[in-house]
C-alpha cells in the first residue's frame, strides 16, 4: 500500500472488492487462494453495487478493485461509475492485461482515481516467465497510456530470490516510466508464495543488499518518486502490524461474497466467514463472529498478552500465527518473543543453506494446479 | 508567497467525509484525516485565489485573530508533503 490510514474510526475504511480470481498471469508467488478453482459463483453487478453503497454508507474511501484481474469482469466500467457517484477513492489494482489505452481513456471518464500496475521483473525474459505469459511489452505500454490519461500511477513489484537482484534495474525502469509510487513488496508467504518459499525467499545477505539500495534510492528520488519499501517478515524480530488489527479498518470482499477482515482469511480453521448475499455489511461489521473474533486484544495469549507493544502491532498476523503453530490466536512467530520463532528462524536458515541447489520446477498459480492441490489436500485428510 | 495562488496537486483529492466529521485527503490507497483548521484552508486551495485573499477570507470568517502565521505554516507544510503546488 503506498499510503497509510491513520485513523481508527471503529468502522471499515478500506474496501478490497476481490472482483474475480480469473487471472491471465500465473505468478508463483500470487495472494490468491489455491482454492481459487473453487470459486465459480461470482457476484453480479448488483450485489457489488449494494456491496459499495453499505461499506460507503459505513465510511469505507479507500475502494480497491482486485482480483485475480480486474479487467476480467465485464462490468468494471460500471462498478468505476457507481464507486465514483458513491464518492469512493477508487484504485484499479491490475497486471494491465486485458486493457488497452481506450479501456484506460474509458476508466478515467468512469471516474477511476487511480492505477496500480504491477511488473514482475525490470526485464522481458523473467517478467514473462513469472508470469507465465508475454506480457511485459504491453505492461510498459499500459504504463504509458494511464501516465497519459494524467492518473497517478503505482507500479508493484513483488520482490523474492528470483528478481531482487535485478532491483536497480527494477527502479530506473519506474524512473522511466514516470511512477509517481512505487511499491516493493517482499513476499509474504501463505497459498501460493508459501508453495513455493523454497525458490522465493530471498537470503538475508540479498534482504540486506535489497534494502540499501532502496533506500538509497528513497533519498535521491525525494519529492520526485516514493519508494515504499516492505521488508521481509521473516527476517524481522517484530511482527507486521497485520490488517492494522484485526476488524479494525479493512474489509475484504472475495468474488464468492465471503467478508473477511484479510484477504489471507479463508486460510483459518473453524471461522465461517459471511458472505454479502445473505448478510449486510453492518451486520457483518458489528455481528458477525468472524469480525469479532481477534479484533481488539481480549483474545490474546500470552506473550502478546501482557506486551507493551500489543497496541503497535496487534500480535502480527493470524493466518501466520496458525500456519506455523496450529494456533490462529498464538503470538506471530516473527516476533523473538514467540516461543515458536526459534523454529521459524531454523526453517529459514534450511531454506537459505538447500535453495541454490533445487532444481524443482515452480508451482504457478493455475486453475489446474489449483484443482490438484485440492485432490492432493483430500488424499492427506484421508491419510491423516 | 502572500500574492501566489496555491493549488491542490493532482495526486490528491479534497473532500468531506460525513462518517469521520471531517475534511479528508485521499491518495492512491491512503487518506490524511485534516484537522478542521487544515480543512478550512484546504477548502480555499482552488488555484485561483491568493494566499493573501485565503487569509482574509478566513479571518472574515472566523474573526477575532490574526491568522496568517498559521495559515502560512500550514502551506508551507502541505506543500512539503506534496498536497499544493504553487
Avoid at chain 1, 113 to 134: M, P, V, W
Avoid at chain 1, 152 to 158: D, E, F, K, Q, R
Wanted: hydrophobic share 35%.
Amino acid at each position: 500500500m503506498a499510503g497509510s490510514l491513520s485513523s481508527i474510526s471503529g468502522k471499515p475504511l478500506w474496501l478490497l472488492a476481490e472482483l474475480t480470481y480469473k487471472c491471465p498471469l500465473q505468478c508463483p508467488y500470487c495472494s490468491n487462494p489455491l482454492e481459487i478453482s473453487k470459486y465459480s459463483n461470482e457476484l453480479t453487478t448488483d450485489d457489488w453495487f449494494r456491496v459499495l453503497r453499505e461499506a460507503r454508507a459505513l465510511g469505507a474511501m479507500q475502494l480497491g478493485l482486485s482480483g485475480g484481474e480486474p479487467l476480467v469482469r465485464k462490468d468494471l466500467e460500471e462498478i468505476i461509475a457507481e464507486a465514483h457517484r458513491l464518492g469512493y477513492y477508487s484504485n484499479l489494482i491490475t497486471s494491465g492485461v486485458g486493457m488497452d489505452a481506450d479501456r484506460v481513456a474509458k476508466f478515467k471518464t468512469s471516474g477511476l482515481d487511480h492505477i496500480q500496475i504491477s511488473f514482475q521483473a525490470s526485464d522481458k525474459e523473467l517478467n514473462d516467465f513469472l508470469g507465465g505469459t508475454s506480457s511485459f511489452a504491453h505492461k510498459l505500454e499500459m504504463a504509458r497510456a494511464v501516465k497519459d490519461q494524467g492518473y497517478p500511477m503505482v507500479l508493484n513489484i513483488v520482490l523474492h530470490q528470483k528478481n531482487i537482484e535485478q532491483l536497480e534495474d527494477i527502479i530506473k525502469m519506474c524512473v522511466e516510466l514516470k511512477a509517481d509510487f512505487v511499491e516493493l513488496a517482499s513476499t509474504q508467504y501463505y497459498g501460493w508464495s508459501r508453495l513455493n518459499i523454497d525458490y522465493l525467499l530471498p537470503t538475508r545477505e540479498q534482504v540486506t543488499k535489497a534494502e540499501s539500495i532502496a533506500k538509497r534510492y528513497q533519498t535521491d528520488l525525494e519529492g520526485k518518486m516514493k519508494i515504499l519499501y516492505v521488508v521481509p517478515d521473516y527476517y524481522e524480530k517484530r511482527p507486521k502490524a497485520c490488517m492494522n488489527g484485526w476488524g479494525s479498518i479493512f474489509l475484504t470482499i472475495a468474488p464468492d461474497g465471503r467478508a473477511l477482515p484479510c484477504h489471507a482469511a479463508a486460510t483459518l480453521p473453524d471461522i465461517e466467514f459471511p458472505n454479502v448475499r445473505d448478510n449486510s455489511i453492518e451486520s457483518i461489521w458489528d455481528d458477525s463472529n468472524a469480525f469479532n473474533k481477534f479484533r481488539g486484544f481480549a483474545w490474546m495469549e500470552e506473550p502478546c498478552r501482557s506486551c507493551p507493544e500489543k497496541e503497535k502491532d496487534f500480535g502480527g498476523c493470524r493466518c501466520q500465527a496458525y500456519m506455523m503453530t496450529g494456533n490462529a490466536a498464538a503470538a506471530d512467530p516473527v516476533c523473538d518473543k514467540s516461543p515458536h520463532h526459534a523454529e521459524l528462524q531454523a526453517e529459514v536458515a534450511l531454506i537459505e543453506k538447500t535453495s541454490a541447489n533445487k532444481n524443482e520446477p515452480l508451482i504457478f498459480r493455475t486453475m489446474k494446479n489449483s484443482k490438484k492441490y485440492q485432490i492432493d489436500k483430500k488424499l492427506n485428510l484421508s491419510q491423516n | 508567497m502572500i500574492n501566489q495562488m496555491p493549488s491542490l496537486s493532482s495526486m490528491y483529492r479534497f473532500q468531506w467525509e460525513e462518517a469521520q466529521s471531517s475534511y479528508v485527503l485521499l491518495y492512491p490507497e491512503g487518506m490524511v484525516k485534516l484537522s478542521r483548521t487544515a480543512g478550512e484552508i484546504l477548502k480555499r486551495v482552488t488555484g485561483k485565489t491568493t494566499v493573501k485573499q485565503l487569509v482574509s477570507d478566513l479571518e472574515t470568517e472566523f474573526p477575532g485573530s490574526d491568522l496568517e502565521p498559521d495559515v502560512l505554516n500550514f502551506l508551507t507544510e502541505a506543500k512539503k508533503n506534496g498536497w499544493i503546488s504553487f
